[in-house]
Antibody
Framework: QIQLVQSGAEMKKPGASVKVSCKAS????????INWVRQAPGQGLEWMGW????????KYAQNFEGRVTVTTDTFTSTAYMELKSLRSDDTAVYYC?????????????WGQGTLVTVSS | QSVLTQPPSASGTPGQRVTFSCSGS????????VNWYQQLPGTAPKLLIY???QRPSGVPDRFSGSKSGTSASLAISGLQSEDEATYYC??????????FGGGTKLTVL
């Protein structure tokens, strides 16, 4: 079955960077892009960016442009999201999500989420 | 501030029909389809409705979606206690890529 398994919780200091991984299985990795969505405590969903697993093309939300980088490793079927210059308001659960089809949406498959805590 | 506007809360009693609204603009809902997600506490979101009115396999037909102009709606009929969750709308935006609503938290009384 299709699975997206994310790396474990992280605790970072302000100004640091974090890199979250998302390992895919159960389908051809290069057939579907990967989106990253975050959710601050008690808040709604916020889209961060998308990466093509076929050619590495990316799209980013304006709010994160310049601070986030999404990449893939086709050999290990793993997607990565790196967020730099962390602030306390970056504390959130970060999800990877795969569309059901070949486009950007809808997000039919989700990872379990990775809690990133930013605190001094 | 979310690009798509949803009321923050809704409530209903078992068996009742409830509806959720999602308001956007021409660049998102007006030009593109809407998807709805259900998020139970402590879990990842689950796709509930795609292409404005289509249900993925396994989603009960109690859930239905519609779209008109720059607004969309999700309806749940025959409300059940396990429907207590937060519901998010989402759409492609021609300028901003993917946008979400702020979510509507449903309480089953």
């Amino acid at each position: 079955q299709i699975q997206l398994v994310q790396s474990g919780a992280e605790m970072k200091k302000p100004g640091a960077s974090v890199k979250v991984s998302c390992k895919a299985s159960g389908y051809t990795f290069t057939s579907h892009g990967i989106n990253w969505v975050r959710q601050a405590p008690g808040q709604g969903l916020e889209w961060m960016g998308w990466v093509s697993t076929y050619n590495g093309n990316t799209k980013y939300a304006q709010n994160f442009e310049g601070r986030v980088t999404v990449t893939t490793d086709t050999f290990t079927s793993t997607a990565y999201m790196e967020l730099k210059s962390l602030r306390s308001d970056d504390t959130a659960v970060y999800y990877c999500a795969r569309p059901t089809g070949g486009g950007y949406l809808p997000l039919g498959f989700w990872g379990q989420g990775t809690l990133v805590t930013v605190s001094s | 501030q979310s690009v798509l506007t949803q009321p923050p809360s809704a409530s209903g009693t078992p068996g009742q029909r409830v509806t959720f609204s999602c308001s956007g603009s021409t660049s998102n809902i007006g030009n593109n389809v809407v998807n709805w997600y259900q998020q139970l506490p402590g879990t990842a979101p689950k796709l509930l409705i795609y292409s404005s009115n289509q249900r993925p396999s396994g989603v009960p037909d109690r859930f239905s979606g519609s779209k008109s102009g720059t607004s969309a709606s999700l309806a749940i009929s025959g409300l059940q206690s396990e429907d207590e969750a937060t519901y998010y709308c989402a759409a492609w935006d021609d300028r901003l890529h993917v946008v979400f609503g702020g979510g509507t938290k449903l309480t089953v009384l």
